[in-house]
């Protein structure tokens, strides 16, 4: 009875344990992998990530100047982001937000190819 009284009056006298989560939200340790995020003008399309990527779950076409990313494919290993040659893949910190369907994400770049097809097609 006596160690119950001693866990009661501790626990009246010191603040909780947890968080008031909804109110009080916690910042991200250092190191934590959330989602990746490609900046399409510092990206050269070079395909390395693609390489490196042991769930395939990004695909590069340099003809047609896109990169596709499948966010629900992706392992959050960061091996892309290590391999980049111009840093333009990073590993944010942020979860990405819940979603009830799949989606790819398509980032479209100005290319001489894909400018050279487009001139094509409007003449």
Known sequence: ML???????????HKPATRRYPFEKREPFEGTRGHIENDIEKCILCGICQRV???NCIQVDRKE???????????????????CP?????????YRP???EKYVIVQK???????????????
């Not at 119950?4 to 006298?13: A, C, E, P, Q």
């Open 86 to 94: 111009t840093k333009s893949l990073i590993m944010l910190k942020e």
């Open 53 to 55: 990527c042991p769930s």
């Open 65 to 83: 100047g896109t990169w596709k990313f499948e966010p629900f494919a992706c392992i959050v290993c960061g091996a892309c982001v290590d391999a």
């Open 109 to 123: 770049k100005e290319t001489k190819a894909s400018a050279e097809k487009e001139e094509k097609e409007g003449i």
């Open 98 to 100: 819940i979603s009830h």
């Open 3 to 13: 160690s119950m009284l001693k866990n009661v009056v501790y626990n009246l006298t």
